[in-house]
C-alpha cells in the first residue's frame, strides 16, 4: 500500500434536470467534493423550465406542486423560501358546453368530484384499464339516477374528467392506462398552482455547486462499466474522512488512477469516473438505452424501459392584449354533449375536442392577459408539427364557438411546449400501461452490479421521476430519487446524513 493516496471518490451525475441537481447538492452537502454534472442541453431544469412571454416569466415544464403539505419537500422548499406568498386564491371554475351556454358550475363540480374519485382508485393487481373502470363506475352512478336531465349531465361531466385525467396522465387512451396506477402512489394531498415559481426551485438547488462543475452541452453518448480506465490525474487533498479510505477502491500508483466507468461524450471528451448517476427521462432512455451503456443493460432493466410508458402533454400558452373573461375566473372548462365516459381517447381528426381544458395564469399583475390550453397524448405531438399561425385561428374559431362571441379577437401571441420532440426528454412523463404496476420502477432505479468489477459497486446508478413507484410524474418525485442515491453513495461511505436530510419523509 506504499505510495497510494486515498482520495474522495468522484462521481459523475447525467442530467440537471431536478433528479441530478438535488443529486449533486445532497453529495456536496455530504462532503463529497469531486462531483460533476454533465447536461445535454443548453438549460438546466429538465422538465422544470420557464420561458417569458411579454414581461412574465410562465413555466413551459412543472406548474403545480402535487401535494401542499409539509410531507413534500418541494413545497417545504419554496414555501420556507417565502415564495409561495406570491401565489393567488384558487380563480373560480366555468363551465360551457357545445350548445353555446354556461353550465351551471354547481352542479358542474359536483359531478366532476365525483368522476375523479372514481378515477383516483388505487387498484391493486387487478390488470384492469382505468378507461374500463371508468366506464363501468360511472355507469353505474349515472343509472342510479332517476333524472334524465341529471344523467345527460353527469355522462358529459365524467367524460370531461376522463379528458383532464388523460392530460395528468399524458396518454391519449384511459383503456391504455393501468388501473394498478396508484397501487404504490404517495398522495401527498392538495395541488398548489405555483405559476412562474417552480423554476425557482432549480435556483435553489443550484446554490453553492460549484459553476465549474456543471458542464452544460455535454450530451453522454457512451457509459463505459464495469471496466478498469486508466488516467493521469492531478491528485487533490487527501479527504480528511478516513472513512472514505475502506471504499475507494480506485487508487493512484503516482498519478496513474484506475476507474470502472468511463463517460463519453457526444464531443469527444472522456470522463472517467468511479461512479455515475444517471437521471435521463424514461423517455430518453426508450430511445437510446441500446446504445447509451457499454456493456448493455441488463436484461429485466430493459425490459422495464420498454414496458413503461412515457406521455406527452403540450401547454399552449396565448397572450391577449386584453382579458376577453371574467376578473377572478381560474379554468374553463368545455364540455361536449356527445361526449361518454365510455371511452375516453382522443381523436386527432377531431384534435380540438382535445382542447377542453383553459387556465388562466395569475395574478394578472405578474402575468397580464395569458390563457394556457392543454392537451395530451397524440394531439401533444400533432400541436408540436403546427405553426402558431394555424394553432392561433383554430383556438380561436374553438373559443369563439364556446363562449358564443364572434368578436373574441386573436392571441397576440401563441407560444406551445415541444417536449414531445426535445430529443433530450421525449415527453412529459411515466405512466402505467395496462398490466404493469409501480413496482418495475424498482427494477430501474436498482443500480448495475459490475460483473468484471463487483467490488467495485455502485458503478451505475439511477434517479429521476421514473424511478420513483410512489412519486413517479412529479417533480418531488425526481427530487428524491436524487437524494435516494446521494444516500446510497454516502451509506456506502459511511457518511452520516446532512441536516437536510429531514425535509425528505419516507416514500
Ligand atoms: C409539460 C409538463 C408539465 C409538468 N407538470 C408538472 C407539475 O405540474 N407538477 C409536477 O410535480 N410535475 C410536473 N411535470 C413532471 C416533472 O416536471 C418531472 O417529473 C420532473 O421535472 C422530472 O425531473 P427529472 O430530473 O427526473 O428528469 P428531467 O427533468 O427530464 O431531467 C433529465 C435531464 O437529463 C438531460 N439529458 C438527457 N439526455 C442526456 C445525455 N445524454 N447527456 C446529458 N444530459 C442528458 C436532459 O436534458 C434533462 O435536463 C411536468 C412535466 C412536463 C413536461
Given at each position: 500500500m ?37 447536461e ?8 422544470v ?11 413551459t ?5 402535487h ?9 417545504c ?46 387498484g ?67 395541488d ?35 471496466g478498469?480506465?486508466?488516467?493521469v490525474?492531478?491528485?487533490p ?6 472513512s472514505?479510505?475502506?471504499h ?45 451503456f ?19 402533454i ?12 371574467e ?8 364540455i ?28 394578472k ?11 395530451p ?40 411546449t415541444?417536449w ?20 418495475v ?22 434517479a429521476?421521476?421514473?424511478t ?7 417533480v ?11 444516500d ?5 461511505y ?8 429531514s ?5
Amino acid at each position: 500500500m506504499k505510495g497510494m493516496t486515498q482520495r474522495s471518490p468522484s462521481i459523475v451525475v447525467v442530467g440537471a434536470g431536478v433528479a441530478g441537481l438535488a443529486a449533486a447538492k445532497r453529495l456536496k452537502e455530504y462532503g463529497f467534493d469531486d462531483v460533476t454534472v454533465l447536461e445535454a442541453s443548453e438549460k438546466v431544469g429538465g422538465r422544470v423550465a420557464a420561458a417569458t412571454i411579454g414581461s412574465a416569466c410562465v413555466d413551459t415544464g412543472a406548474q403545480y406542486i402535487h401535494g401542499a403539505t409539509d410531507e413534500n419537500p418541494v413545497y417545504c422548499l419554496l414555501k420556507n423560501s417565502g415564495l409561495l406568498s406570491q401565489v393567488s386564491e384558487d380563480g373560480s371554475e366555468k363551465f360551457y358546453n357545445n350548445k353555446r351556454q354556461e353550465v351551471d358550475a354547481d352542479v358542474a363540480t359536483r359531478v366532476y368530484k365525483i368522476g375523479e374519485d372514481i378515477l383516483r382508485y388505487h387498484g391493486s393487481s387487478t390488470g384492469k384499464s382505468l378507461g374500463e373502470h371508468f366506464a363501468e363506475k360511472t355507469k353505474a352512478v349515472i343509472d342510479s339516477s332517476e333524472d334524465d336531465e341529471m344523467k345527460i349531465r353527469m355522462q358529459n361531466v365524467f367524460a370531461l374528467v376522463g379528458k383532464d385525467m388523460l392530460i395528468d396522465i399524458g396518454a391519449s387512451d384511459l383503456h391504455s392506462v393501468s388501473l394498478d396506477s396508484w397501487e404504490y402512489y404517495t398522495n401527498m394531498g392538495e395541488d398548489l398552482d405555483v405559476p412562474g415559481l417552480m423554476f425557482r426551485l432549480v435556483d435553489m438547488l443550484l446554490e453553492d455547486f460549484p459553476k465549474e462543475r456543471l458542464l452544460m452541452k455535454r450530451e453522454v453518448s457512451k457509459i463505459k462499466w464495469d471496466g478498469s480506465f486508466s488516467a493521469v490525474k492531478d491528485v487533490p487533498a487527501p479527504p480528511s474522512d478516513e472513512s472514505l479510505s475502506a471504499h475507494t477502491e480506485a487508487v493512484s500508483e503516482g498519478n496513474v488512477r484506475q476507474y470502472p466507468v468511463c463517460i463519453v461524450c457526444e464531443n469527444g471528451e472522456e470522463i472517467l469516473t468511479d461512479h455515475v448517476i444517471v437521471t435521463v427521462s424514461l423517455g430518453f432512455l426508450k430511445a437510446q438505452a441500446l446504445n447509451l451503456f457499454s456493456p448493455s443493460l441488463p436484461a429485466e432493466k430493459m425490459e422495464v424501459i420498454n414496458k413503461l410508458c412515457f406521455g406527452n402533454i403540450a401547454k399552449i400558452f396565448l397572450e391577449y392584449e386584453q382579458a376577453f373573461w371574467e376578473d377572478g375566473v381560474g379554468t374553463f372548462s368545455f364540455i361536449y354533449e356527445d361526449d361518454s365516459p365510455t371511452s375516453v381517447s382522443t381523436n386527432t381528426t377531431q384534435w380540438l375536442k382535445n382542447i377542453q381544458l383553459f387556465s388562466v395564469l395569475r395574478p394578472k399583475e405578474r402575468f397580464g392577459n395569458i390563457l394556457i390550453g392543454w392537451c395530451p397524448g397524440d394531439i401533444a405531438d400533432l400541436i408540436e408539427t403546427m405553426t402558431e399561425e394555424d394553432l392561433s385561428s383554430a383556438i380561436t374559431e374553438h373559443l369563439r364557438m364556446f363562449f358564443g362571441k364572434s368578436d373574441i379577437p386573436p392571441p397576440k401571441s401563441v407560444h406551445s411546449t415541444k417536449w414531445g420532440s426535445n430529443r433530450f426528454i421525449k415527453g412529459s412523463y411515466t405512466y402505467l400501461p395496462v398490466g404493469v404496476n409501480g413496482q418495475v420502477m424498482d427494477t430501474l432505479a436498482q443500480p448495475l452490479m459490475g460483473s468484471h468489477r463487483p467490488t467495485v459497486n455502485l458503478q451505475v446508478m439511477f434517479a429521476g421521476e421514473a424511478t420513483m413507484k410512489s412519486l413517479y410524474g412529479t417533480v418531488h418525485g425526481a427530487l428524491l430519487s436524487g437524494h435516494r442515491e446521494a444516500d446510497r453513495l454516502a451509506k456506502h461511505y459511511n457518511k452520516d446524513p446532512p441536516s437536510t436530510a429531514s425535509l425528505d419523509k419516507q416514500v
